[in-house]
Every structure is written in structure tokens, then in C-alpha cells.
């Protein structure tokens, strides 16, 4: 399963990469409804900076919501700062006449507390990009590539697919459903391989896998099942094409949600060495137009693309 990917967010390299036009309206209404409170979107990093330096109306508009946002974060963190660091006072006073258990748990809590909101603040306001930035785990938002009246379209999207017609509580019923298995298509999948396709852009993956598997030693050499975090990197360096499933969801009085799923199969022989069961699967590029126009009636050659997938060799190491 694709625990975590870092994606290419910035929808202008979706736009030179496939051609594609951008979905304007849905972009717009994603940062509108975040900064409104409508909804509680994760969105990358990477993905507001793409609307940095505007150019037309639209991406002005966007930029107007990210900004209202984010000066909407920056002071709900600054008075959590306040707290903390009058939480921390109070520990410490405490502190200088008696040791106590809560006033120890009271320092400890508000300087991890004050580590961290420093941190969001100084991501929130600074302009140089990092890494980070354009990673994206179960329930953030990312650009995917699909078909629409003919054309190549730039959608955001959520990473956990909830199909059309499902209830919401399937989020939670279903929490993996950010990867749509491939001996699973026909099944829960149905609704959507053979009619609703997609593509994302990957740098990299990241898994979580058993640290007894990952150092090849038995489980029972460990305290408990401890997992690590590994990155698996393309050796050539090129970006993935990663096949995906994808759906529009709508209920009454509710906002539509369009969501994704990565599709996965089998692992290369270096992943499964590594400790991982699953991988994402990569298509090759002379087979994107025919994977995002699939025929429900000829299920037979979408299971040929993604058996004709890239197939480049993956380092991995431990994740910073």
C-alpha cells in the first residue's frame, strides 16, 4: 500500500507534462471551502505555492482564499503559542519551589507544544520549498490527470476514495481505501475501474513496513512489532506515472467530494526484499491516453497496461 508518495503538486508541470487544461472551478472551490470552514481540507504545501504568483483573475482569486487561510492559521496558532509558553511559566514557577508529577507533565507538554507550533508557523510563512511540501498521506488533496469531454483535465483531489453511492462513513469503515488493490478491480472497485481513471505524478513512495522483515531478523528479537518508514526512490531518477482509480461523491446538503485511489499489485522482487507487500504501479507514458479512456466493455486491455507498466528499479533507505 502506498503509505505516503511525494507528488509533483504544482499543476502548471501537470499542464506542460500532458497537455492538460486545469480545472479552474474546482480548484477554486476547494480553497474557497477551506477558507470558509466548510471544509477541513488538507492541502500540501506545494499546492498553494503553485498559486504564489498568479496570472490571470482566477489564480488571484485562489491566492485570496489561501491567503485568508492562512492568516486565519497563523492566528489561531499564535494565541495556542501564548498558551503554552504561559503554561510553561507556570510549570516551571512551579517547579522552582516543589517537584511535582503534573507540573513536570505540564513543562513537558508545553515545550513539545511550542517546538511544534513554531514550526507550522515558520512553514506557513516561509517561501523557499522543501521536500516535504509536496507530500502527500491518506486524506490530503493532490492534482490528478483525467479525461474529460476529450480533453486532458488537472483535478484536485482527495487521496482515500470514497465511491460514488457509498456512504460517508465509509472513511472510517474502510480506512484503506487510498489504494485500490488489483485483484480487488472487479469487486469493490467495480464502480469505477473500466469507467473513472486517473493519473498522479510521483517522485517518490514511502511504506511502512515491520522492522523485524526490514533488518531480517525474528520478531520475536523485538520489544513489540515496531514498524519503519522506508523511501523507495526510481534509480533512473524519472517521475511515475501512477495509475489510479477515481470518483465524484454526492449527497443532499453536502458539498461533492472528488476523490482517488492509487492502484497496486504485487510487489518488484527489491520492495518485497525491503519488507513490503504492496506497490503502486507505474504506467508507461504511450499508455496514458488509453488508461484514462478505459472501455468497461474490454477490461482485458486496462489489465494490459497495467501489466506493461515502467518497471524501473527502486532504492530505498530508512526516511529521514
Not at 19 to 25: E, F, N, Y
Not at 206 to 231: I, P
Not at 232 to 251: D, I, K, Y
Amino acid at each position: 500500500m502506498c503509505y505516503s508518495a511525494q507528488i509533483k503538486a504544482d499543476y502548471q508541470r501537470f499542464v506542460r507534462t500532458f497537455g492538460a487544461l486545469m480545472d479552474i472551478a474546482e480548484f477554486t472551490r476547494l480553497f474557497f471551502e477551506r477558507a470558509e470552514g466548510i471544509s477541513k481540507a488538507k492541502i500540501p504545501k506545494a499546492m498553494e505555492d503553485a498559486f504564489a504568483q498568479p496570472r490571470t483573475d482566477a489564480e488571484l482569486e485562489i491566492k485570496t482564499f489561501i491567503d485568508r487561510f492562512n492568516a486565519a492559521q497563523i492566528t489561531r496558532l499564535e494565541q495556542d503559542l501564548f498558551r503554552q509558553r504561559k503554561r510553561l511559566a507556570d510549570a516551571e514557577r512551579t517547579l522552582q519551589t516543589k517537584v511535582t508529577k503534573a507540573a513536570t507533565e505540564n513543562q513537558r507538554i508545553a515545550t513539545d507544544k511550542i517546538a511544534w507550533t513554531l514550526g507550522k508557523l515558520e512553514d506557513i510563512t516561509r517561501t523557499e520549498p522543501k521536500p516535504r511540501d509536496s507530500r502527500i498521506f491518506p486524506g490530503h488533496y493532490a492534482p490528478v490527470v483525467v479525461i474529460e469531454d476529450g480533453r486532458r483535465v488537472v483535478k484536485p483531489m482527495r487521496y482515500q476514495c470514497r465511491i460514488a453511492g457509498k456512504p460517508a462513513s465509509y472513511d472510517v469503515k474502510y480506512p484503506g481505501t487510498y489504494n485500490a488493490r488489483r485483484d480487488n478491480l472487479e469487486g469493490f472497485w467495480k464502480p469505477c475501474f473500466g469507467y473513472t481513471h486517473g493519473v498522479m505524478l510521483v517522485d517518490v513512495f514511502y511504506e511502512n513496513v515491520s522492522k523485524a522483515k526490514f533488518e531480517g531478523t525474528l520478531l520475536e528479537t523485538h520489544d513489540r512489532d515496531e514498524n519503519v518508514v522506508l523511501e523507495f526512490r526510481p534509480s533512473n531518477g524519472e517521475l511515475m506515472h501512477v495509475a489510479c482509480l477515481w470518483s465524484r461523491w454526492t449527497a443532499p446538503g453536502q458539498s461533492d467530494l472528488l476523490s482517488f485511489a492509487a492502484v497496486t499489485d504485487e510487489p518488484p522482487p527489491e520492495v518485497a526484499a525491503a519488507g513490503h507487500d504492496r506497490c503502486i504501479i507505474p504506467i508507461k507514458p504511450e499508455n496514458i491516453d488509453a488508461w484514462l479512456n478505459p472501455d468497461p466493455r474490454n477490461l482485458a486491455a486496462m489489465y494490459a497496461i497495467l501489466d506493461d507498466r515502467d518497471r524501473p528499479y527502486y532504492e530505498h533507505r530508512l526516511a529521514a
